[in-house]
């Protein structure tokens, strides 16, 4: 079994930053893509930053240049490095990992954490 357990979230004011991580454990062979999601309230899940396992990286328009997303193979730990946060970045942030377990019938997998929440308030 896979448990990916985020942590870091909390209140900032506008303008400050936050570190979120995931780690990930498990009978962990691989893993693929690490990814990072946000839900605002009332609104959908959406995606903020990805990174594959070569270290290629996306983001979501309304985070680039602020945000930073990187990852420790060694530790199966990601991080989400949140600069210059504005109120429109309260969310749950969730992570998502691409895994392979050990073992040759296991297909690869998507497994979620259960999200961190981020306010940003004065």
């Known amino acids: 079994q896979v448990q990916l357990v985020e942590s870091g979230g909390g209140l900032v004011q506008p303008g400050g930053s936050l570190r979120l991580s995931c780690a990930a454990s498990?009978?962990?062979?691989?893993?693929?893509?690490m990814t990072w999601y946000r839900q605002a309230p009332g609104k959908e899940r959406e995606l903020v930053a990805d990174?594959?396992?070569?270290?290629?990286?996306n983001y979501a328009d309304s985070v680039k240049g602020r945000f930073t997303i990187s990852r420790d193979n060694a530790k199966n730990t990601m991080y989400l490095q949140m600069n210059s946060l504005k109120p429109e970045d309260t969310a749950v942030y969730y992570c998502?990992?691409?895994?392979?377990?050990?073992?040759?019938?296991?297909?690869?997998?998507?497994?979620w954490g259960k999200g961190t929440p981020v306010t940003v308030s004065s």
């Open positions: 998502k990992m691409t895994i392979r377990l050990f073992g040759s019938s296991v297909p690869i997998m998507d497994y």
């Open positions: 498990g009978s962990i062979f691989r893993i693929n893509a």
């Open positions: 990174i594959t396992s070569g270290g290629n990286t």
